[in-house]
T-cell receptor, first 113, second 111 residues
Framework: DVKVTQSSRYLVKRTGEKVFLECVQD?????MFWYRQDPGLGLRLIYF???????EKGDIPEGYSVSREKKERFSLILESASTNQTSMYLC????????????FGNGTRLTVT | KNQVEQSPQSLIILEGKNCTLQ??????????LRWYKQDTGRGPVSLTI?????NTKSNGRYTATLDADTKQSSLHITASQLSDSASYIC??????????FGQGTTLQVKP
């Protein structure tokens, strides 16, 4: 079974802090994604990567950056956390074929105070 | 604009009963439609995928249908169990690979 592991289940950070969310997958998937999930808004794509050192902006990239130095690891960075970034963050990975499912981690609930 | 709309937003049923969740989409060009189940505190897990040529697909007590002409899909759950309590998310893929997510239906199964 594919395993996608997010380093933290819960995080509490202060406004203005730099925040790192880490995600590791163990199935050699090419694609990795970061989503945020908010009530009433569903899942929204922040960034994705289809290869090492490659990244593409999703629908809501403002205030975020990403890093993919190794194929199995995809990091989401909040340069200066703000209260409107309080959310559930979900990492996912997939093969590069069109019908491949997303495999999600269990999420990181980030609270910015 | 490509959109995916799910209904109802939430649903409460008694254990053992059947239910049907709806997904309407306006995504074009269409590639496939996938249903995910998200348990509380977990990430979504794929239940089934429907491609353009498929009308019905079953996965245990879950049966998904697709009508590509009307751009509608349904997820039917038979003989519901307490463990079916979850959010169900419909995701439609464009032929470019871009994914359009529905907002989900929250199902609560009561004993």
């Amino acid at each position: 079974d594919v395993k996608v592991t997010q380093s933290s289940r819960y995080l509490v950070k202060r406004t203005g802090e730099k925040v790192f969310l880490e995600c590791v997958q163990d199935m050699d998937h090419e694609n990795m994604f970061w989503y945020r999930q908010d009530p009433g808004l569903g899942l929204r794509l922040i960034y994705f990567s289809y290869d090492v050192k490659m990244k593409e902006k999703g629908d809501i990239p403002e205030g975020y950056s990403v890093s993919r130095e190794k194929k199995e690891r995809f990091s989401l960075i909040l340069e200066s956390a703000s209260t409107n970034q309080t959310s559930m963050y979900l990492c996912a990975s997939s093969l590069s074929t069109l019908n491949s499912p997303l495999h999600f981690g269990n999420g990181t609930r980030l609270t910015v105070t | 604009k490509n959109q995916v709309e799910q209904s109802p937003q939430s649903l409460i049923i008694l254990e053992g009963k059947n239910c049907t969740l709806q997904c309407n989409y306006t995504v074009s060009p269409f590639s496939n439609l996938r249903w995910y189940k998200q348990d509380t505190g977990r990430g979504p897990v794929s239940l089934t995928i429907m491609t353009f040529s498929e009308n019905t697909k079953s996965n245990g007590r879950y049966t998904a249908t697709l009508d590509a002409d009307t751009k509608q899909s349904s997820l039917h759950i038979t003989a519901s169990q307490l463990s079916d309590s979850a959010s169900y998310i419909c995701v439609v893929s464009e032929s470019t690979g871009k994914l359009i997510f529905g907002q989900g239906t929250t199902l609560q199964v009561k004993p």
